[in-house]
């Protein structure tokens, strides 16, 4: 299942729809850090609210998109960890270190904006 | 004589006793219907001697054991508990929340055997061999009744523990909002597994529906900390950041500070403020709050 990437001004945001494969993931990994160039965006939203499971991989993986867009010049941050998946998740050691996060997509794009006007 | 024919030979023996304690039992319930309010008179005098019940007043004492009579011979009578129980149970409820004690129903239940046992042995001295079987018929029901009214005042006891613990366990963990998206989460007392597994889900969701940014978790009222606990409380900070908020960690005693560092759980990544207040100012800032006196300005 493909995760929809929306471009919002400055900002991309991607909504995970339901539960992701690997091979989903690698592809989010792959469409994002070309997507966070080709479209000049400041700041990458990843909307997991719909994910009831975060399993070590998919953990993985968004730490390593949010140091590969790092590193194209954008800033990441994860949303919308539910507390039941945040709390089976540090159960399991998963703390997705050195990641933001916020609450919801709202908080999120008020960090980005805040962010990039203190920036600017 | 094999071990089977013994058994079967017990069996019957069994088995024909009921018709011959079938009327026994009438004739017992008889004499117990007749001379039902000297014996209860009777009874309740045994009660209040021997200091059971202390927490009900003569009359109401009376009142119940009139009941609980009634019962009794009536369970004799049918051979059934269910009436009893029945009236167990309710009566275990109306007396639990006056602290009445377990050894005080057992007493009084031993009691009534007594008193009855007492009154048929006055009844029937004269004949030894019926005494015997008199008392062979009623002390087996006298027993199960016992038995039933005991055990029905313990479940019912435990019930209501339970129904504490639960409550208990509710009021013990509170996350309340002191500012707008500023959570304070006190905690009092022991922590066990459970419970830091239930105070962890609690803030979870009181970040989520009060959409805090940052929580400061107290824990001047902890008295003691081990290396499992400690852990249960990084993992706390670490869900909670997941879902976006900030945890400043106020009131960690000098003991617990000596023993986390003693043991050796790494509580690097925590954000720990000396008190409760310098929790709340640092929230404040993070917060971007300022809070200035009234007459600051004059």
């Keep these: 299942m493909e995760v929809p990437v929306l471009k919002q001004g400055p900002f991309l945001i991607a909504t995970v729809q339901a539960a992701l494969t690997d091979e989903d993931l690698v592809h989010l990994r792959k469409a994002m850090i070309e997507r966070v160039v080709t479209s000049r965006s400041l700041g990458v939203i990843i909307d997991v609210t719909a994910m009831d499971i975060m399993d070590s991989f998919a953990s993985r993986t968004l730490c390593e998109i949010a140091q590969m867009i790092h590193l194209r010049g954008a800033d990441t941050i994860i949303v919308g960890i539910q507390p039941e998946v945040a709390f089976a998740m540090v159960q399991l050691g998963i703390t997705l270190e050195g990641v933001v996060t916020a609450l919801d997509l709202e908080e999120g794009l008020s960090y980005l904006k805040e962010k990039f006007d203190s920036d600017a | 004589m094999t071990k089977r ?70 369970a004799l009578e049918t051979g059934t508990l269910e009436a009893l129980q029945a009236y167990a149970r309710s009566l275990s409820e109306r007396i639990i929340p006056r602290g009445v004690e377990t050894h005080e129903v057992v007493g009084i239940v031993l009691l009534l055997r007594d008193v009855l046992a007492r009154s048929l042995f006055e009844k029937y001295q004269a004949d030894f061999t019926k005494l015997d079987r008199i008392l062979d018929a009623y002390e087996p029901a006298a027993n ?155």
């Design chain 2, 5 to 74: 024919e013994t058994v079967w030979r017990e069996t019957l023996v069994r088995d024909a006793a009921p018709d011959g304690t079938a009327v026994l039992l009438r004739e017992l319930i008889a004499h117990l219907r007749q001379n039902q309010s000297q014996l209860r008179e009777e009874w309740a005098r045994r009660i209040t001697e021997a200091r059971l019940l202390t927490a009900m007043s003569n009359d109401e004492l009376f009142a119940e054991a009139t009941a609980v009579y009634d019962q009794y011979v009536e």
């Design chain 2, 144 to 298: 199960r009744i016992a038995n039933t009214v005991a055990v029905g005042f313990v479940q019912e006891r435990e019930r209501v523990i339970r129904q504490q613990q639960e409550a208990i366990r509710e009021l013990s963990t509170p996350v309340l909002q002191v500012r707008e998206r500023l959570l304070i989460l006190p905690i009092i007392g022991v922590i066990d597994p459970q419970r830091a597994r239930q105070l962890t889900e609690q803030l979870l969701r009181g970040i989520r529906t009060n959409r805090a940014k940052v929580v400061v978790i107290d824990i001047t009222g902890v008295a003691a900390m081990d290396a499992t606990v400690a852990n249960h409380l990084v993992q706390t900070v670490e869900a909670s950041r997941l879902l976006g908020a900030t945890v400043i960690v106020t009131g960690l005693s000098p003991e617990i500070a000596q023993t986390l560092v003693t043991i050796g759980v790494d509580l690097g990544k925590m954000n720990t403020v000396g008190d409760l207040q310098g929790g709340i100012e640092q929230a404040e800032r993070l917060l971007g709050y300022k809070v200035v006196p009234l007459d600051a300005g004059s």
